[in-house]
Each structure stands twice: as C-alpha cells, then as structure tokens.
C-alpha cells in the first residue's frame, strides 16, 4: 500500500503563491503517474495536475500557465508550485497517486488526507 501526505496549504492573498508537497511513503513495486486534484465546497473532485513516472505533465485549463507539478522519484515526492492564486482556486488540494503493488503487481491508487487552500484578501 502506499501512504501519502500532503503539506504545504495555507491562507494567501489573491495573486499570491504556495507551495504544495506530496510525500509518498509504503511497500509497493513503483509509484506510477501522480497527480494533485481539489475540491471545492459543493462541487465534484477535479483534476488539477499530473504527472507521469518520466515526467510527462498535464495540466487543467483554468491552471495552465500559473501552476507547474513537478516530481523527485529518489525522494518518492510531488509538488506543485501555485502562482498568480484566484479565490477560485480555493478548495481542499488531494495527492492521489497510481501505483503498482509488490508482490501482486497489481494496481491501485491511493488518496493523501487533503490540505486547505484559501484565496482570500
């Protein structure tokens, strides 16, 4: 199983920038692609970015341009560097992760606890 934590999230002021982390921790075979979704009260789960084990990223569109993902394998972590903040990105900021299991190889994701992000003057 894989375990993650999230770190990094906060109050900050419109136009703002934070800094999220991902730490991945557990006995699995490999970390596959990993990515950071959020949501917002009232509103679904949404993707915000991925990226893959190469490094190969996708971004939402109304993030596009302002946040960048990015991955250390050695460290089995994932950050993502938000700049120019909205108070729409405001919401509660999940790692998810794709991994493959040791011994089975089977696979499977996992979901870190959340971390807030406020935008607000």
């Known amino acids: 199983q894989v375990q993650l934590v999230e770190s990094g999230g906060g109050l900050v002021q419109p136009g703002g920038s934070l800094r999220l982390s991902c730490a991945a921790s557990?006995?699995?075979?490999?970390?596959?692609?990993m990515g950071w979704y959020r949501q917002a009260p009232g509103k679904q789960r949404e993707l915000v970015a991925a990226?893959?084990?190469?490094?190969?990223?996708n971004y939402a569109d109304s993030v596009k341009g302002r946040f960048t993902i990015s991955r250390d394998n050695a460290k089995r972590m994932i950050y993502l560097e938000m700049n120019s903040l909205k108070p729409e990105d405001s919401a509660v900021y999940y790692c998810?992760?794709?991994?493959?299991?040791?011994?089975?190889?089977?696979?499977?994701?996992?979901w870190g606890q959340g971390t807030q992000v406020t935008v607000s003057a």
């Open positions: 998810n992760a794709d991994f493959t299991a040791s011994g089975s190889l089977s696979r499977s994701d996992s």
């Open positions: 557990g006995r699995f075979f490999s970390l596959n692609t």
């Open positions: 990226i893959t084990k190469g490094g190969i990223t």
